[in-house]
């Protein structure tokens, strides 16, 4: 059984830094794509980035392109997102997903899996 379980997130002033870590395991994800979505108070779920595990191919949503870099560590099975300049319009929850075979992969839809997410808040 695939478990993924988020840690990092917390309270952070505008223009601060924040890691999020994704532990997965109960099987290989070669082949797997790995992402992160988020869901904004009183909005609808969006995607934020992807890694295919095994290629190490990335997508960014262009909200945050430039700001936001997800990375994955194979021998751990873990997956980051490193989130710089943050802004208040990036408090969310945050999500960690896992699918086989897929890219793009910027769908909810697409993953099979999914951690119980972790919140993140930015103040302005």
Known sequence: ??????SGG??????????LSCAASGRTFGGFSMAWFRQPPGKEGEFVAN???S?????YADSVKGRFTISRDNAKDMVY????TL?????????????????PGVRSYEYNY???GTQVTVSS
């Open 81 to 84: 997102l490193q989130m710089n």
């Open 114 to 116: 999914w951690g119980q």
């Open 10 to 19: 917390g309270l952070v002033q505008a223009g601060g830094s924040l890691t």
């Open 55 to 59: 290629a190490g191919t990335t997508a």
């Open 87 to 103: 802004k208040p319009e990036d408090t969310a929850a945050y999500y960690c997903a896992a699918g086989s075979n897929i890219w």
């Open 1 to 6: 059984q695939v478990q993924l379980v988020e």
């Open 51 to 53: 890694i295919r595990w």
